[in-house]
């Protein structure tokens, strides 16, 4: 059984190299598993285009003000989230229940939506911000968590705008984007991973234990060190926002 992967977890940087070394496992077991080939085939072209794709908004000036724009709606969904959990062990009346409230709304959509792509992130955010002023109005004053919300929804505002002036840009060229073949990519990966998975449930042999084995290697290693860079950057801004407060 290969080890289900959440590819929302992945960059784009992480998702090629770890797309590129399962193409290369699998490319290695053809000559034995030649069933397998048209999967392969098609993850390779799919991702072929990713990577075309990354190298031309690489060079694009608006992609670093995105990836800008999308670590401050990080950085807002993130302290809107502490707020409302420091809110929820607060003793005085009302509060805790007003602040799990708001909580409840957050784990159902995306508790760790700093973490996701970006369509899946504003995909999160706009959820979260709307269930929670539509049902959640009172909850939300009582906690004083308005302006948080508000910063939320601003930056998530200000990223669209910058999102869609990177679309008008690619359109212009009339070149796949990242946010158009990555999806294309992750659908041909998970076909060609659940092919595999299944011919071991039919027909299974030595061939495709030892692939199915380093296979799944590869993923807990590759999340590994997606988790790894993630907690590295988070630890890097406690620290800088240690110093802020010291030189303040």
């Known amino acids: 059984m290969i080890t289900s992967v959440n590819y929302s977890l992945f960059p784009g940087a992480e998702l090629l190299t770890f797309t590129s070394r399962t193409i290369a496992a699998v490319d290695a077991k053809k000559l034995k598993l030649p069933s397998v080939v048209p999967y392969l085939n098609n993850t390779t072209t ?41 809110a929820s062990a607060r003793r005085k009346e009302g509060w805790s229940d007003a602040a799990n409230a708001l909580l409840s709304v957050i784990r159902k ?32 004053a009582l906690i004083m968590g308005g302006e948080l919300l508000d910063e939320v929804n601003d930056a998530l505002v200000d990223f669209q705008a910058t999102a869609k002036q990177f679309v008008d840009v690619a359109a212009a060229t009339n ?28 027909a299974p042999s030595d061939d495709l234990t030892a692939l199915i084995n380093e ?33 303040v």
């Open 46 to 86: 799919k991702c072929s285009a990713f990577q075309s794709a990354q190298e031309r908004e690489s060079k694009n000036p608006i992609t670093k003000l995105q990836a800008a724009k999308a670590e401050v709606c990080n950085d807002t969904f993130i302290a809107f989230r502490k707020n409302c959990e420091s």
């Open 175 to 202: 070149e796949p984007t990242v946010m158009e073949t990555r999806p294309e990519l992750i659908v041909a990966l998970r076909a060609m991973l659940q092919f595999i998975g299944l011919q071991q449930i039919a």
């Open 215 to 247: 296979l799944n290697a590869l993923i807990v290693s590759s999340l590994s060190t997606v988790r790894a860079t993630d907690t590295r950057a988070e630890n890097s801004k406690k620290k800088d926002a240690g110093k802020t407060d010291t030189a």
């Open 109 to 140: 959509h995306g508790w760790s939506a700093q973490h996701l792509g970006y369509k899946a992130k504003m995909g999160v955010l706009n959820n979260i911000v709307s269930e929670i002023r539509t049902k959640y109005p009172a909850e939300l």
